[in-house]
């Protein structure tokens, strides 16, 4: 299993009194979501669920937005980038998988059994809303947009 110090764009910070601060790590990219980063969020969940030290996670976004949704730099990231050799059907079902696994890596916030507080500030779009709405409690700043 993956230990919190193992994550490259997740940092994981116990800022005391058994407070566990997640931060979403790709400042550069506004936080969009790439596979890598988004098997980091399962990973990381799953630590947190059985870890003793925890009893509240902060989630947040390093950076100007908390996140920005889905990273359309890579296409691989829906199967779109399957071999253009492949059929439309096994091209679908590639990306249906996708799909499937990346929702499975939200499941893990919101099955996670400390309570999530989400901070969001600047944009929060896409994927950002569907993580955003696996945590328990959401707090938005003021210069906070929602697409």
């Known amino acids: 299993m993956t230990s919190y110090k193992s994550l490259k764009f997740l940092k994981v910070e116990n800022v005391g009194d058994f407070v566990y601060k997640v ?18 969020i399962g990973d990381c969940f799953k630590l947190i669920h059985d870890d003793p030290d925890c ?5 947040q976004g390093e950076g ?26 096994r091209k679908s079902r590639a990306t249906r998988r996708n ?13 996670c059994s400390k309570p ?8 929060c779009m896409g994927a950002g809303v569907d993580l955003a709405t696996a945590c328990d409690i959401r707090y938005a700043s003021k210069d906070a947009v929602f697409l």
């Open 116 to 123: 999530v507080l989400l901070a969001i500030h600047g944009y």
């Open 99 to 111: 799909v499937e696994w990346m929702q499975r890596q939200f499941t893990y916030v919101d099955d």
């Open 23 to 40: 931060t979403l790590n790709r400042p550069e990219k506004y936080n969009a979501l790439n596979l890598e980063i988004w098997g980091e």
């Open 55 to 59: 009893r509240v996670v902060i989630l």
């Open 64 to 89: 100007k937005h908390f996140c920005t949704g889905l990273d359309m730099s890579s296409g691989s990231v829906l199967g779109m980038g399957s071999s253009d050799e492949q059929d439309q059907a």
